[in-house]
């Protein structure tokens, strides 16, 4: 798997989240940094689009995180990510910059992902994105990890 993410995380407790999860991941989460772009919104968008559907293989299952996107619960996106893993694509996320998605890329998605109807900043969701997939895969592993009861 592999999240291909706009900007550069710097050292630090995001960097220390996004590692804790990815490190525990089987298959493991790759992440590729792109340079932030320049210019206007629209240019802005534009070259993200590019830059993030460049980096990812031409067969690959593309799942851009958006605002508009599903917004499965835990057990659903559990059930999403095996579907995609077992299309044998190699699977990748992307997260776009400050400007948000470009709709070519939105349009080019095998699927668009929601983290909630709460604005995140672009370099926490990575963490929380990598957190998510270890709660998937562990889900799907029937381990305990994730507890499902409520009061």
Known sequence: MRLIAIGR???GPERDLFERYAARLRPRLEMTEIPESRGSAQEIRRKDAAALLSACPPNALVVA????GATPDSLGFSGMVERWLESG???CFVIGGAEGLD????ERADATLSLGKLTWPHMLVRGLLAEQLYRARAISANHPYH???RP
Do not use: F, V
């Not at 709709?103 to 939105?106: E, G, K, R, V």
């Open 9 to 11: 995380m710097k050292k």
């Open 65 to 68: 995180l958006d605002e508009g």
């Open 89 to 91: 694509r190699p699977l």
């Open 103 to 106: 709709a070519s890329l939105i």
């Open 147 to 149: 507890r499902a009861a």
